[in-house]
């Protein structure tokens, strides 16, 4: 039988826009254990906001262009036979999505638990010495993360040792830093769609679900 996948996004409980979607045949184990109720080793963890302009191919393992933002998965449920449903979030506190045209959606399947979110070809400028800083600028550190300010102040003369868990504190001369987003993507991909076009700013809150069936 031929996979399909529905995706249908929300805002604020209300239905905005509904599309199956394209699968890749790497991920397909993965998501056939899934639907087959076997969850012990299968790690189904991440919804992908990107804004790559370009129909996605299915070879691809990540979306289509950067920047590119992933963001978790929070529940799944089996809602009938043959079928898995997952349930995503966009919410103001995600930070490295602000500022993108969202017009991707992908699920990947994953070796692991994988802490996120996480975000690639971030904007935010690099740590830089002796330079004062404002809550809530953010900048990419030594390890490719996305840190944001939570006390200004003045950096130090030499760069800090990052925190490298989500949400970690880092001190930073008079500075005070917080881990939101990661640069590693998930992987491999199982499922992405192109949606409607919309940038992201922060001002709400995004949720929806992705229901895959055979």
């Known amino acids: 039988m031929r996979p399909r996948g529905v995706v249908r996004l929300f805002k604020r409980g209300e239905l905005l ?60 449920s089996f809602p009938s036979a043959g079928s898995v449903e997952f349930s995503y979030s966009l919410l103001t506190t995600d930070y490295g999505a602000n500022g993108m045209t969202i017009q991707e959606l992908g699920l990947f399947a994953n070796a692991a638990g994988v802490s996120l979110p996480a975000a690639q070809g971030s904007s935010s400028p690099a740590w830089t010495a002796n330079s004062a800083i404002s809550t809530g600028a953010m900048i990419v550190d030594a390890n490719g993360n996305l840190q944001l300010c939570t006390t200004a102040g003045t950096t130090g003369a030499h760069p800090p ?41 922060g001002a709400g809150n995004y949720s929806g679900t992705w229901t895959l069936t055979f």
Do not use: C
């Open 161 to 201: 040792t990052w925190a490298t868990a989500f949400d970690g504190a880092t001190s930073d001369g008079t500075v005070g830093w917080k881990l939101v987003a990661f640069h590693q993507a998930p992987g491999p991909l199982i499922a992405h769609v192109v949606v409607p076009a919309f940038t992201y700013t």
């Open 17 to 76: 826009w509904e599309r199956d979607n394209r699968f890749v045949n790497a991920g397909l184990p993965a998501l056939a254990n899934l639907i087959a109720g076997v969850t012990s080793g299968q790690f189904v963890s991440a919804m992908g906001f990107g804004s790559g302009a370009a129909q996605p191919q299915a070879t691809d393992t990540a979306l289509g262009a950067t920047p590119a933002y992933y963001n978790a998965i929070g529940s799944y």
